[in-house]
């Protein structure tokens, strides 16, 4: 990878002496961005381009180039990868378009592209993108002119999907004073992809924070595993949010699972932090760039009041707390006041302070105080008369932060050309408003709080039952896709997750047998292949009392007509009762349930992602999901912590401890069997998903009632 | 109001020759902004000042001028202002500080001020503000220095409650090319407040946003009058929000409603929009400045794929729907392109195209497509190379939207730099951000939807018993401030708002009796003054089914201890056995009420807000509110459309209409409960609050169970 970002020597092929010509870019970017290696130069015409002779073909080239940069007609690469590999060349860039998924050719070239990197063992960025900027090195390849001065080197390095939005952030983290190390453009990720990238840029000793911008992910679950291995904030603003919950699924949790909750919640499990947009994104990096924020308590300063009160109401917002000055502090600061009007409380109001000195004095005095975690100042001045002080007050500012080793969030409010000519004096990046500087500090609270709290390793049980018992249900469902109710409930069962006591019987007489047995009330279950929605289709009887209920309740269920018109009502004892599509097919059977009383019901929940694998959700019993969306879903294998995390996460689960006097419930048998599950998706890769619903957790423990388990 | 914004004749008091003078300012800042009036200087010393001679006492000045200006120490203040009077001045604005509340003296001088004005019916700004600026007459009063150059004359109007913030606002609309007209800071609003200043903008013809900032509300119900009555775009920015909720309050609707959302919901009601920060207020008038958007049917255009996809993002975050273009529009578009790689989709993607005259062109088929109600462009170019065509383009922008009357939201991307030169060179608004464009376009499609749509008058209703009646029960209360449970029926029975069947009994005999006329199941409740929370005292019990468990249940409530240690667990009959601090005194006797069975439980409460007046809440049952939050606020009056609205506001709502299969609630009676709630808060000014938890919504009308009326 290292030949990508410091090769000691490139080669730009499809360059010509044409002032249109974009190869010609990357020459002059490479030459304006001072890198420092051979540039070597291929183009269909003889000529010259910045003093560097276009040859006309790849042989001509010396052996062993670093790395070559291709632009030129799609189909025209394959070919040229081909000549680059022959002259021993292993790392190449490929920006030209074309090589869409939309059209049969572009498909056709990206599997010949994907041979010839086989063949010869070559590694490739793109195609269609813009490329490579390593600041550190001069290596600037995209094939838009950038100018130099624009760009500031500094140790932000940034990935993304999009060449525009790669050139935006460069801009914006140059313009705020963090500047660049590394920039890559991926393009369609015909090799080389983010986790590659995201490899990188951990180890390399140029980056402090990482921004990634995704518009897809290819492996989730590495990305994870790289996410959580870092020491290094990562970033993540993923887009191409809106298309993904397209299709209707067929189960619950599919249809809720869409996949950007899932992006979201891989993010909260291993540790990326998620941006809503360009600017949150920055604004975090400006927050990751000051000390770590190691808790909770806070000052703001402020020179106007009407500040103040916004710099108090964003702290109550972003929960912090109000460092209460000691009377010995008020008393200090208070003779440093021209007048006596405004009370030197938190936020410290100092618009009656016109000696920026003095502000320097009192910030000092407050990241002396032990208890201070981080300060935050809201600056306002006047450009005209005030404007020297102020970049001298700014440049205090960043000097004390390095020296109490403590975050001070500096929010300077002047006339927009000032403040971007403050910016440009600075090394240190500054806020734009009271509310952006108290939320970047705490995400870096957060993220402190996260890596200081112990994560255990992903838990791993063993089933009850051998596996491959469990494998040979799991390979010959008698439901079509559907495993039947028994089967999926033995699965469970097989893992470790209690189900209400329950039997089969194949007749109405058999039925009576096992009632005896399970005891009374009990529920009854018709046993049938291609009925997955039992309740809606009559299948489904409930509160049974006796031996009579139950007889009437078989024959019922048996006499049920094999076809039914869709939306017929049926006239059964439960409420459920609109049809969608249901044609009845001879029952197998019925299974008998014992029927729970208590306990408060939740949904688990599984499916597999195509990113990131199997994910598991949880949520509470059907209003709550349906009405208040209210669920949580994280990726398998979770640890206990992620179990934990998953279950605070939703509102509900506050009824879980029991309201009002109610008996709480077994939130730790909850916690079990969501680490059950969890096992469960991740030994047998052919379950698509599961619907545990409900699980009922009592007072102590947990029984599911009912189980779906679709295959792939 | 209009001498305080157009004076034909100022006089400045507090002014000296010494540079450090903030009076001077004043001065400086009338010279600058060319107004044209008269200007006179009174200052301790005579001199000169820009040529004015400072004269030594008020008694000097020429009889009846417009408008005084004071800034000398605040006990100074209130002799000088009655000596304006004498000389005939009628308006004045005084910026001093030191009139705070938290002082003695302050709150002494505060009254004489306004003694002082009663006397010569002298209306005034501030004190402790920066004043007023004025941008079409010049009269720009602030003691800072201002820059002429960087305040730019526009339509904005700006009331706010802080100096600081004020000049903030005048900053940032003049720098992104609105401008600003008025700008008002009203400082401690001991005379003029919010609503003068909203009254006069209302009428002021070079007024056409009007922005406030607020940190406290004077009278909430006038504010919203004015609010509903204007045609005009008023955005509100509400700081001070942290500190709302801070004293516990007795009842469950007081402890819910923080003032915060209260805030929330006048806006809402009146239609002013609400801006979460200086960042989205600046954001919401740009979109206003701009044509209406009258529909949801949006284009995209893009230069950059992955801008194209954080527009398709937005689209669908902000409800828009992106327009499907046919196939000959396609094809036209198509022809521009230099290249076929792109699909000319929507959200647009003209990446390959470099010649801005043709984005004109496309832009000025998608304003002709007469089913487009707006277009959002995402232009990046080259500061180096496209700077002049990128700014053409945005004139041309610029005029199509005009020609056409339907808003381009144009979201120029550059180095910072130049955009900032871009803003200053165009009267046009553009967009830092993809996702802010979007939320503007929204907040105007939003009210002009609103504006659309019907709104009735606020319903008024009879009350069914004479109000004398009620006012005797409402001021004879039983059980100190707290109405006794059978008054409190009785009160909402008088509003029509329908009770469970219920009836008293004085002893267990009498209740026996009761229950006969009334029938089984039934509830039995004590009666006694003092106990406001029944169930927690162990003074309901639920589900009597005959005379035997009504005669036990009343002996219990009868034999439960007078006096009971705080926190002591009663054994009776149903789970909310926690006590607090209930200490029972002599029971006035029983209420028996028919038990309810079915139906859906929500409440309805009401209090009175310091600054709104009566308030009326809505939530879905205990549980929802408690782990949802999930509840609405009005203030009465109510609109038919309010109580329509807040019911639609909660999410719990969708319960009511009844899901899978359950049988729907009367979603009209609750409608009809709140508006008589609605009229009994505005009827009776000495109820404080009011909780009716719950009401029970059946298939067919409400019954209320139980009901708690606090007076003040």
């Known amino acids: ?54 040859r006309t073909s790849i042989e001509e080239l010396p052996q062993g180039i670093d790395l070559a940069v291709i632009l030129t007609p799609a189909p ?22 074309g090589f869409g998924e939309f059209s049969a050719e572009g498909q056709e070239l990206s599997e010949r592209l994907r041979a010839v990197a086989r063949k010869w063992g070559i590694r490739f960025v793109g195609p269609n993108c813009i490329s490579v900027i390593n600041m550190d090195s001069g290596v600037c390849l995209p094939f838009v002119r950038l100018q130099r001065h624009t760009l500031k080197k500094g140790r932000v390095s940034v990935v993304s999907q999009s060449g525009g939005i790669t050139i935006v952030y460069t801009g914006l983290f140059s313009s705020v004073g963090l500047g660049i190390s590394k920039a890559i453009s991926m393009g369609n990720k015909l090799d080389l992809d983010e986790t590659d990238y995201l490899a990188y840029l951990l180890e ?22 790289l996410a959580r291995s870092s020491s290094k904030p990562i970033l993540l603003h993923k887009t191409n949010v809106g298309q993904a919950s397209a299709h209707i699924a067929q189960s619950h949790t599919a249809a809720l699972a869409n996949d950007d909750r899932i992006v979201s919640a891989a993010a909260r499990q291993a540790g990326m932090i998620r ?61 440093g006041f021209r007048a006596k009007v405004i009370e030197p409380t938190n936020p410290l109001d100092l618009g009656d302070l016109f000696d920026f000195r003095i502000y320097v004095n009192i910030l000092e005095e407050c990241l002396k105080i032990e208890d201070v975690d981080a300060v935050l100042m809201a600056h306002a001045y006047s450009s005209l008369l005030e404007r020297k002080a102020a970049h001298r007050l700014t440049h205090a500012v960043q000097e004390l932060a390095a020296k109490y080793n403590k975050p001070v969030a500096l929010c300077p409010f002047s006339e927009s050309e000032e403040i971007l000519s403050l910016k440009k004096d600075l090394e240190y990046p500054t806020f734009s408003e009271i509310d952006e500087a108290m939320e970047a500090l705490a995400v870096s609270r957060d993220r402190y709080r996260r890596l200081r709290k112990a994560r255990g390793e992903p838990v ?32 469970c069962q097989g893992y470790g997750i209690p189900v209400a006591k329950w039997a089969t019987a194949s007749s109405s007489e058999k039925a009576v047998e ?128 992620d179990a934990e995390e998953m279950i605070a996460e939703v509102k509900g689960s506050r009824l879980l401890p029991g309201i009002r006097g109610e008996k709480p419930s077994d939130v730790e048998a909850v916690v079990d069997s969501l680490l059950r599950l969890s096992q469960l998706l991740q030994d047998f890769p052919a379950i698509a998903e599961v619907d545990i619903n409900p699980l009922v957790v009592l007072e102590k423990g947990t029984l ?5 388990i679709v295959l792939k």
Request: net charge positive; hydrophobic share 40%.
């Open 1 to 54: 990878m290292d030949k990508i970002f410091n090769p000691n020597s490139i080669v730009v092929i499809g360059v010509s002496e044409r002032p249109t010509n974009m190869g010609r870019n990357i020459v002059a970017n490479l030459l304006d961005f001072g890198y420092r290696g051979e540039i070597h130069v291929v183009g269909q015409r003889e000529g010259v381009v910045f003093g560097h002779r276009i």
């Open 76 to 97: 025209t690469v394959p070919d040229l990868m081909d000549a680059c590999g022959r002259q021993g060349i292993r790392r190449v860039v490929i920006e030209s378009g």
């Open 204 to 225: 390399d000793k140029n980056t402090d924070i990482i921004c990634l911008h995704l518009e897809s992910i290819e492996d989730g679950q590495r990305l994870m595993e």
């Open 275 to 335: 941006a809503r947009n360009f600017r949150t994104m920055v604004n975090y990096a400006k927050g990751f760039s000051l000390p770590p924020v190691k808790g909770n308590t806070l000052v703001a300063i402020s020179r106007s009041g009407g500040r103040a009160v916004v710099a108090a109401d964003m702290a109550a917002a972003f929960g912090f707390d109000l460092y209460s000055f000691p009377r010995e502090f008020r008393e200090k600061v208070k003779g």
């Open 460 to 491: 791993s049980i063993s089933p009850l039952r051998p596996k491959d018992e469990l494998r040979r249900i799991l390979t010959s469902p008698k439901g079509g896709d559907t495993l039947m109710l028994h089967q999926a409930l033995e699965v």
């Open 514 to 641: 096992a009632a005896k047995r399970l005891g009374y009330p009990l529920a009854l279950k018709i046993l049938s292949p291609h009925i997955s929605h039992k309740s809606d289709a009559g299948g489904i009887a409930l509160g049974i009392e006796d031996e009579k209920s139950l007889k009437r309740a078989c024959e019922e269920m048996l006499s049920l007509p094999r076809e039914r018109a869709p939306g017929t009502p049926l006239s059964n004892r439960h409420s459920q009762i609109s049809i969608p599509h249901s044609p009845f097919s001879t029952p197998h059977g019925f299974l008998l349930q014992k029927m729970i009383s208590g306990g408060r019901e939740v949904i688990l929940g599984g499916k597999r992602d195509p990113s990131f694998g199997p994910v598991v959700m949880f949520g509470l019993g059907g209003v709550y999901v349906e009405v208040f969306d209210d669920v949580a879903f994280r990726v398998a294998p979770l640890t206990r912590e």
């Open 704 to 708: 599911a009632v009912d189980a779906r």
